[in-house]
């Protein structure tokens, strides 16, 4: 009998947890990472931080967005907001100060419905900047 390695097919157990957490609601994917922390407690922080997504973003405290907003420029945050709700929009505006804010709402005021990607790039961008916070213990992100 040929393996899945033989056939050319390989399985990624860790991508698939990923995508699925990715699916569950706040509660749900809290307590699947909580069991899997039970076993593997290294596993389950790379697992949540692997898992998480920009719109993980829209449910975080006014306190983390602002340190968040701090360390992204301007642009990136405005590239990053501009395909977000725009309740977000005012509450991470109103989590800068004010001259980085306008810096950022003039981007985002532009049409960049073409810049989708780089708009999604920043997204990514902004999210990374959220993880890192968070590993240095500054922040407290829930996935």
Do not use: W
């Amino acid at each position: 009998m040929e393996s899945s390695e033989q056939k050319g097919y390989y399985i990624n157990g860790k991508k698939q947890v990923i995508e699925l957490l990715q699916h569950l609601e706040g509660a749900e994917r809290e307590k699947l990472l909580r069991n899997i922390g039970l076993r593997n407690a290294s596993m389950a922080k790379e697992l949540s931080e692997q898992s998480l997504s920009f719109k993980d973003l829209l449910n975080a405290d006014t306190e983390s967005l602002n340190k968040i907003m701090q360390i992204t420029t301007p642009a990136i945050a405005g590239l990053a907001l501009y395909l977000t709700p725009r309740s977000f929009q005012r509450k991470a505006l109103g989590a800068m100060d004010r001259s980085r804010a306008e810096q950022a709402f003039n981007v985002m005021s532009r049409d960049l419905s073409s810049k989708k990607q780089e708009c999604l790039k920043a997204q990514n961008r902004v999210l990374q900047n959220a993880i890192e916070l968070s590993r240095r213990g500054i922040i407290k992100l829930s996935s």
